[in-house]
T-cell receptor
Framework: DSGVTQTPKHLITATGQRVTLRCSPR?????VYWYQQSLDQGLQFLIQ???????AKGNILERFSAQQFPDLHSELNLSSLELGDSALYFC?????????????FGQGTRLTVV | GENVEQHPSTLSVQEGDSAVIKCTYS??????FPWYKQELGKRPQLIID?????GEKKDQRIAVTLNKTAKHFSLHITETQPEDSAVYFC????????????FGTGTKLQVIP
């Protein structure tokens, strides 16, 4: 167990819908990173938050947004869902802002858009 | 921004043989290079990392080498076992600034018993 909790584990929804993925980082970790992993693909960085503020942005679509709350948990919001958004979404956390120490990944949320 | 290339994308070895995965990076300021292992259906987990002030690091059957001049680093797995079968990701990041860690595209390693 990495200490990073992601909910839900599985999510099936229809095209055009909106979903929210939740991540609770390890106790004491201030950084939260979101990654998208499509079938047989690598880890595509979406966005990073550090202590409540957006710190870095990757290839995140405008239909996607995220935030980190005062208690440090984070939510990734995906709207106007398309079939191509089906993927495994990972959250990772680290204690420092730049992931230059070990980052701990959650078990992921598998999103299926039908 | 940083660009990390990883080769090969797939690798099959006989049990007991060695496996080598190579990565190159573009940002000369990168100073932290972790390797993650992802078993099928599971989360990525750190297996070894190296910082730019070190040329080589070893942990039992796993070793990583770093060539800062050439901007490449490699993962070496010796005496491979079936449980080494997984996808391996390299990554590069640097301290300070608003830089994200960049992952390579992954190498699917199959160890044949």
């Amino acid at each position: 167990d990495s200490g990073v909790t992601q909910t839900p584990k599985h999510l099936i929804t229809a095209t055009g819908q909106r979903v929210t993925l939740r991540c609770s980082p390890r106790s004491g970790d201030l950084s939260v990173y979101w990654y998208q992993q499509s079938l047989d693909q690598g880890l595509q960085f979406l966005i990073q938050y550090y202590n409540g503020e957006e710190r870095a942005k990757g290839n995140i679509l405008e239909r996607f947004s995220a935030q980190q709350f005062p208690d440090l948990h984070s939510e990734l919001n995906l709207s106007s869902l398309e079939l191509g958004d089906s993927a495994l979404y990972f959250c990772a956390s680290s204690v420092v802002p730049d992931m230059n120490t070990e980052a701990f990944f959650g078990q992921g949320t598998r999103l299926t858009v039908v | 921004g940083e660009n990390v290339e990883q080769h090969p994308s797939t690798l099959s070895v006989q049990e007991g043989d060695s496996a080598v995965i190579k990565c190159t990076y573009s940002d000369s300021a990168s100073n932290y290079f972790p390797w993650y292992k992802q078993e099928l259906g599971k989360r990525p987990q750190l297996i070894i990392d190296i910082r730019s002030n070190v040329g080589e690091k070893k942990d039992q059957r796993i070793a990583v080498t770093l060539n800062k001049t050439a901007k490449h680093f490699s993962l070496h797995i010796t005496e491979t076992q079936p449980e080494d079968s997984a996808v391996y990701f390299c990554a590069a990041s640097r301290t300070g600034g608003y830089q994200k860690v960049t992952f390579g595209t992954g190498t699917k390693l199959q160890v044949i018993p």
